[in-house]
């Protein structure tokens, strides 16, 4: 089955740098569009940015873009998230998800989204 593996996640300054990684298994990873989502306690799952199945097309939550990057390496079949500039409203559980469906550029709807790994926590001090 698909499995997601997030890392990286810890403490960090306002301003700082993080850059989490998602390891995927149980299939063809380079066939599959991968995006990162964060949540807050209480709330709805939030976009944050998504990569196409190429690696070749990223788009972002207004917010983070400019200050994070997402790629992926397809022989590690891991994707990352490069997160610079970090602000406490950063401050949240960090999500990969994976969708069913091969060979598309993902989109910014949890709910399109099929496998999800269980979160690395990332927190801002001001």
């Known amino acids: 089955q698909v499995q997601l593996v997030e890392s990286g996640g810890g403490l960090v300054q306002a301003g700082g740098s993080l850059k989490l990684s998602c390891v995927a298994s149980?299939?063809?990873?380079?066939?599959?569009?991968m995006a990162w989502f964060r949540q807050l306690p209480g709330k709805e799952r939030d976009f944050v940015g998504a990569?196409?199945?190429?690696?070749?097309?990223?788009f972002y939550k207004d917010s983070v873009r400019g200050r994070f990057t997402i790629s992926r390496d397809d022989a590690k079949n891991t994707v990352y998230l490069q997160m610079d500039s970090l602000k406490p409203e950063d401050t949240a559980v960090y999500f990969c998800?994976?969708?069913?469906?091969?060979?598309?550029?993902?989109?910014?709807?949890?709910?399109?989204?099929?496998?999800w790994g269980l979160g690395t926590q990332v927190t801002v001090s001001s």
């Open positions: 998800a994976s969708q069913s469906r091969e060979f598309t550029y993902g989109t910014s709807w949890a709910e399109d989204y099929d496998y």
């Open positions: 149980g299939r063809t990873f380079s066939h599959y569009a």
């Open positions: 990569i196409n199945w190429t690696g070749g097309t990223t």
